[in-house]
């Protein structure tokens, strides 16, 4: 079993920065497909961020460009990097690995 446990999210005003982490822990394992999702009060869960198991990167056309996910192999950590954030970024962001969800972070994008 897998645990997963983000944090980062905030309050940052519009055009500004955030990183969020997301470490792992219990029965982890190489080659494991990852990402980071986010869910905006009334939307579906939506991903921002994925990287299969083969190192493959995709980006929705809405954060492409902005958003950059990487991962800490020693540490076993996740991060997201998010610049210029919009307000329409705001939303809880999850983390998925090793086929386990992390419980969510919130992330506010307001002035």
């Known amino acids: 079993q897998v645990q997963l446990v983000e944090s980062g999210g905030g309050l940052v005003q519009p055009g500004g920065s955030l990183r969020l982490s997301c470490a792992a822990s219990g029965n982890t394992f190489s080659r494991s497909a990852m990402g980071w999702y986010r869910q905006a009060p009334g939307k579906r869960r939506e991903s921002v961020a994925l990287?299969?198991?083969?190192?493959?990167?995709a980006y929705p056309d809405s954060v492409k460009g902005r958003f950059t996910i990487s991962r800490d192999n020693a540490e076993n950590v996740m991060y997201l990097s998010m610049n210029s954030l919009k307000p329409e970024d705001t939303a809880v962001y999850y983390c998925?690995?090793?086929?386990?969800w992390g419980r969510g972070t919130q992330v506010t994008v307001s002035s």
């Open positions: 998925w690995w090793y086929n386990a």
């Open positions: 990287v299969s198991s083969t190192g493959t990167t």
